[in-house]
Every structure is written in C-alpha cells, then in structure tokens.
C-alpha cells in the first residue's frame, strides 16, 4: 500500500506571496493532519480534517488554512508568505478505526525568501 | 495543557550497544498513547513504537521496546543492538485519546550510531 504523499517536495517564494501544498493520504485513510516543523519551534500541529471537515486547529494564524476534499485527499494554503513560514510541513494520515497512529508523508520544505 | 520533555538533546552509541533515550510527560488525562518517532536526515518521519496509556504491558517492537511507568509519567525508548541506520533524531509524541487530537512532540533527541 502506498505511503502518504505531499507534493510539492521543496519550493522557494518570496514574501507576500502564497502558497498551496498537497497531500494524499494512505488509501483508506480519511483523517489528515498537518504539522509545522522548525529549528526553533520544533513539530506544531496546525490542523485535522476527516470527512471533509476540521475538527481541531492549532495556534497558527488566519493565513495559514486548510481543507479536506471527498477522497479525502488535503490541501494547506499559506497566504502573505512570512520570512518565519520557512519550515518543514509535514502531513500525516491515519485510519477512522486507529485514528490515534498517524503515519506522516515525506514532506514539504518551504523556503521564503 | 500536555507537554513532552526529552532531556537528552544528543547521544551516541556505537553499533551493537544498547541505548536508552528517556521522555517523560505531563496530562491529567486518563485516555491516551505515547508514540516514539524517528526522523532520519532525509526528514521522513516514521512509526517507531506506539503505546496505548490503558496496557500496563510494555510495547515491544523487534530491537525497540519501551519502560512504560504511568504513575511516574515517563515512557524511555531502549534500542538493542544498535545499528548505523539507527542514526536520526527521535521524538517522543503524546496524543489524547480523543478523536482528531493532535500528537504532541517533544524537542527530539539526536542519536548517532558510530562503526
């Protein structure tokens, strides 16, 4: 079975700009989580979805903002791209029935110039 | 609020030896796992070892296993028989046994496995 995917794998912006990542989660999956990585921060939740719905949001501002399509498969949208969004995003699936393991994808490295 | 703590920000073993890498946490929840994760230099995060707070029995998984102590809140991760690609940085993870919760990590701690 395939792992989870997140495309793209690296991308370069500049501030002001926005920017979409994608993440397709094991198949069978319909729950999708999404974390931001830093040097100085460490691993932060940002969001869950599953159905197509968020159930829970971490402390991250309105600029960063998310959504679940029926495939289950999960977009993330970052607008008026900060210096500080320079991270590692992380996205992470897991099954309705063992909801509490998440198995994460490879990854996005965003870079904000 | 839950928190994870790892105290050890780096250690090094060499390949073979057995390690211990510790983690303790605070909740005043009743319902919830305990995860280590491991994340190589190509930045994959992956499953190490999950532990559900309700089994008194420690979690085994091939050379890793867990000393799970509830009422001290501390979950270590011991690696036996260390190998090179045992190299990466782990963290320890706590998520509420509630659905849609978000895991919890602590600062990670780096483990390098030495010939």
């Known amino acids: 079975k395939a792992g989870v995917t997140q495309t793209p794998r690296y991308l370069i912006k500049t501030r002001g700009q926005q920017v979409t990542l994608s993440c397709s989660p094991i198949?069978?999956?319909?729950?999708v989580s999404w974390y931001q990585q830093t040097p100085g921060q460490g691993l932060q939740f940002l969001f869950e979805?599953?159905?197509?719905?968020?159930?829970n949001k971490g402390n991250f501002p309105g600029r960063f903002s998310g959504r679940q399509f029926s495939n289950s498969r999960s977009e993330m949208n970052v607008s008026t791209l900060e210096l500080g969004d320079s991270a590692l995003y992380l996205c992470?699936?897991?099954?309705?029935?063992?909801?509490?393991?998440?198995?994460f994808g490879p990854g996005t490295r965003l870079l904000v110039l | 609020a839950q928190t994870v703590t790892q105290s050890q920000p780096e250690m090094s073993v060499q390949e073979a030896e057995t390690v211990t890498l510790s983690c303790t946490y605070d909740?005043?929840?009743?319902?919830?796992?305990l995860f280590w994760y491991k994340q190589p230099p190509s930045r994959q995060m992956i499953l190490v070892i999950r532990q559900e707070a309700y089994k008194q029995q420690n979690a085994t998984e091939n050379r890793f296993s867990v000393n799970f102590q509830k009422a001290a809140k501390s979950f270590s991760l011991k690696i036996s028989d260390s190998q090179l690609g045992d190299t990466a940085m782990y963290f320890c993870?706590?998520?509420?046994?509630?659905?849609?919760?978000?895991?919890?990590f602590g600062k990670g701690t780096t483990l390098s496995v030495s010939s």
């Open positions: 992470a699936s897991s099954t309705h029935r063992d909801q509490e393991t998440q198995y």
């Open positions: 993870a706590f998520m509420r046994g509630q659905a849609g919760t978000a895991l919890i």
């Open positions: 979805y599953f159905s197509e719905t968020q159930r």
């Open positions: 909740t005043s929840e009743s319902n919830y796992y």
């Open positions: 198949s069978g999956h319909r729950s």
